[in-house]
């Protein structure tokens, strides 16, 4: 039994470094933009993992080779540290940055306004990572106004028709404009409601942030459950807000 564990493990090395192989071939010419980004299921060094077995450090040597061969550099991050976490007790619990964007110079050139951001909303071990390449130029774009859309999820409010029947009952002018009463009501609503769900999903992210710099404890691991299912929740809202708004469903 241990003879054939030592040769699963020695088959996952071979493989592995197959994978640095082919990394190396796909980056022979230097002067392409090349961004590549995901799990890569290891680490660079020992301080990107916390808890468990220490990793080999031939192994971190390897991967970090492999980057260099292939003119690839980290492009950093925001949000938290270990992208991949395992284990819901203090005694079991493991973290490591498996996930990671490294790019050549000339993708860093090309897009100098990129950012990479550690996501906290996940049902997986892992976090998912988003690469924008227009970063802060997108701030400038989402403050443009935008004109009235009628919004399908305001009728899931339980006093939506509630709501509706008050103004219609109200107002005594035309069609058109009973119409825009109900719109702009239901709009002013929407962005109070959006400012609060954002306000509560900034809440779950900075209480996030703090249980994840603590050592872990049963109790922590439970409240950093709590938290993420929280956050998983406001994902889904946001969601259902993004796509009717996808030109591809």
């Given at each position: 039994?241990?003879?054939?564990?030592?040769?699963?493990?020695?088959?996952?090395?071979?493989?592995?470094?197959?994978?640095?192989?082919?990394?190396?071939?796909?980056?022979?010419?230097?002067?392409?933009?090349?961004?590549?980004?995901?799990?890569?299921?290891?680490?660079?060094?020992?301080?990107?993992?916390?808890?468990?077995?220490?990793?080999?450090?031939?192994?971190?040597?390897?991967?970090?080779?492999?980057?260099?061969?292939?003119?690839?550099?980290?492009?950093?991050?925001?949000?938290?540290?270990?992208?991949?976490?395992?284990?819901?007790?203090?005694?079991?619990?493991?973290?490591?940055?498996?996930?990671?964007?490294?790019?050549?110079?000339?993708?860093?050139?090309?897009?100098?306004?990129?950012?990479?951001?550690?996501?906290?909303?996940?049902?997986?071990?892992?976090?998912?990572?988003?690469?924008?390449?227009?970063?802060?130029?997108?701030?400038?774009?989402?403050?443009?106004?935008?004109?009235?859309?009628?919004?399908?999820?305001?009728?899931?409010?339980?006093?939506?028709?509630?709501?509706?029947?008050?103004?219609?009952?109200?107002?005594?002018?035309?069609?058109?404009?009973?119409?825009?009463?109900?719109?702009?009501?239901f709009q002013h609503l929407s962005h109070l409601k959006f400012h609060d769900q954002k306000r509560n999903r900034l809440q779950l992210k900075k209480r996030l942030s703090a249980l994840l710099d603590q050592d872990p404890t049963d109790e922590i691991l439970?409240?950093?459950?709590?938290?993420?299912?929280?956050?998983?929740?406001?994902?889904?809202?946001?969601?259902?807000?993004?796509?009717?708004?996808?030109?591809?469903?």
């Open positions: 039994m241990k003879d054939l564990m030592v040769k699963m493990e020695l088959l996952k090395r071979w493989k592995k470094r197959d994978s640095w192989n082919l990394l190396r071939f796909l980056g022979h010419d230097c002067a392409v933009p090349w961004l590549a980004f995901g799990d890569f299921n290891k680490i660079t060094s020992s301080f990107e993992k916390k808890g468990g077995r220490l990793r080999p450090e031939g192994q971190m040597a390897e991967f970090r080779s492999a980057f260099e061969d292939c003119s690839l550099h980290d492009i950093g991050f925001n949000g938290r540290w270990f992208t991949w976490e395992r284990g819901r007790f203090s005694f079991t619990n493991i973290r490591e940055r498996l996930d990671r964007g490294v790019a050549s110079f000339q993708w860093i050139d090309l897009f100098p306004w990129f950012s990479l951001e550690h996501l906290n909303h996940s049902f997986s071990d892992h976090c998912p990572i988003l690469v924008d390449t227009f970063g802060k130029l997108r701030l400038d774009n989402s403050r443009k106004q935008s004109c009235f859309r009628f919004e399908a999820k305001w009728c899931l409010d339980n006093s939506f028709e509630e709501i509706v029947r008050k103004i219609w009952a109200v107002q005594n002018d035309c069609l058109p404009v009973k119409l825009t009463t109900v719109g702009l009501h439970a409240e950093i459950l709590e938290v993420q299912l929280g956050l998983n929740l406001e994902a889904d809202k946001e969601e259902f807000y993004w796509s009717p708004r996808a030109h591809i469903n």
